[in-house]
């Protein structure tokens, strides 16, 4: 044989070795782009909720026993899965598992469920991770009853959904494990994989979803097998429009599908759970989305424009992850395009208010009046809330108080509220003759004129009445109608929404415009603020759904959003849904 000949050969032999490889690949085994670990439950270990840092491992058969253990994380995220109501530590971990050895270390518990809920909490960062762009969750499952549907991990849907955000579960119609989406669309999309499921086996399951932002669809696919086989066969798949997963935030929970609680929670009735890993992808961010400012958490925004550039000022939110309000100070930020921002840094502190309390540093609004800009701020001290002013030269500041030690309003001011905390969140607008008006107020609206130096009121309080009212009141003027939008507490609906009323004249009538808003995607509290820009109106909000550099978001822990906001020809305001894209997409015409 010649030497051309034996390269020949060799080349048809290398091609068909390749080939060979490749259908194996594709007969046997899938692999994925390595996304970031979010977390990982190996369930050897157990730890108290006493606050030291030691792991104590609990038998499942003997040992210790605490009122509420916690599930270990090994990804390092601090995702501990936490019981829901008492159960003694022995009677969690089982050890029954599927192998000996996972990932090459011994495996010697498994998670026992039995109608048991473990619940990553939203003090911890999974609830809030962007996995749009692409997730896997892998876990091994046993089930020893079959005969109802059973949701073994799932993250919660949004209100009102009959289905989870994701959820992996045992489906008993096809007797076979699934997997199930809430789709961009609404729709839920479920697929199941693998030979019928058996009692009391062992199997493992991977699950997958990616998105192809060219294409706007996502594919998502289940591989299902004995964990006693070695590798898994072909996938189950399905392709669909919109992103791998909805980006609100959600409770991660093992034991049952959404919607929970008694009698349709989807509960495991008797099985098991072990080595689950759920990673995932954030969606690369485009400037102009959800939420603006990514620096720190911040609340409360209020808008001012001067000149070709706006200006947002907003609380710093500081509390710690599951903590109460900490708000020691207002930031302000910058843009002539709402898609670059700039950072001014803090610009006015609560300490720096005479009497008031270094951490209550509540919502505010900036005006201008002449070339100077005044700043309208709510506190605390010890006989309540306050509202004062302080005033600068510049809309970044420095800023002073105007009049120290002497609030425009106190508490002893507003005793005919229905509500303790009544003197909270002023707006402050100028009408067309230069008239200054502020409301505020908490259950309540009052309103009250401001005498034209700014600094003092030029009348009497009178009580506004608002429909749904709660707080966070927002004044403006658009053509001949003057508005008030405002976080609302609508019947039935625990959290805040966004209401508005409408009137001819600063001094009413009013008439009620009804919901523009549902909730935010997190969080009780929903704060506006309305403003005009280069031909283009805007609604600004907080929410606290969006995790930070990995830390948790929160009741307390908001961060500040906008949208596009949109009036009919009659002046009615057009309905606003919150969304991640923002301002990042054109305006509608």
Partial sequence: MTVEKLCRNSSILLLFQLIAILLF???????????????????????????????????????????QPFVFDESGKGNYLIIRGNMPSPN?????????????????????????????????????????????????????????????????????????DVSIGFDNMHTKYFVELMCADGVARRVVAGD????????????????????????????????????????????????????????????????????????????????VKISGEAMPRVPGQNPLFTDTFTADPAA????????????????????????????CYSTTDMKKWTAHGPVLAAKDFVNAHSWAAWAAQVVEKDGKYYFYVTLDRKEGHFITVAVSDSPTGPFKEARPGQPLITDDMTTDSHRWNSDIDPTVFIDDDGTPWMAWGNGDCYMVKLNRNMVELDGPITKVPFRNFSEGPWLFKRGNLYYNIYAADAPGVQPEQ???????????PWTYGGLITGPAKHGFTIHPAVVEFKDQWYFFYHDGSYSLNGEPGGDCRRQVCVEYLYFDKDGSIKPITLTVEGVSIKPKK
């Fill in 25 to 67: 690949f594709s007969n046997n085994t899938y692999t994925y782009a390595q996304s970031k670990v979010l977390a990982h439950w190996r369930f050897e270990q157990v730890q108290h909720l006493n606050g030291d840092s030691a792991s104590t491992l609990i038998d499942g058969h003997q040992g210790p026993s605490e009122d």
């Fill in 92 to 164: 969690v971990l089982s050890d029954n598992v599927p192998s000996v050895l996972a990932d090459g270390k011994p495996n010697s518990h498994s998670l026992s469920i039995k109608r048991s809920e473990y619940v990553v909490t939203y003090d911890q960062p999974l609830a809030y991770y962007d996995m749009r762009k692409s997730w896997t969750i892998e876990a091994s499952l046993m089930c020893n009853l079959l005969g109802t549907e059973q949701v073994y991990l799932c993250k919660e849907g949004g209100r009102g959904h009959l289905a989870g």
């Fill in 196 to 275: 019928k499921v058996e009692a009391g086996k062992w199997y493992d399951v991977r699950a997958h979803a990616v998105y192809d932002i060219k294409k706007d669809q996502t594919t998502m696919q289940i591989q299902v097998k004995s964990s006693t086989q070695d590798s898994f066969g072909k996938p189950s798949s399905i392709t669909f429009s919109g992103p791998a997963m909805r980006s609100d935030a959600g409770t991660w929970i093992i034991g049952h599908g959404y919607p929970g609680g008694f009698p349709n929670s989807l509960a495991v009735l008797d099985g098991g759970i072990d080595e």
């Fill in 304 to 331: 001012l424009v001067v000149g070709d550039r706006l200006y947002v000022y907003a609380g710093h939110d500081k509390a710690n992850p599951g903590g109460w309000f900490n708000m020691p100070e207002w930031l």
């Fill in 498 to 508: 966004i209401a508005y009323s409408t009137a001819p004249d600063i001094n009413g």
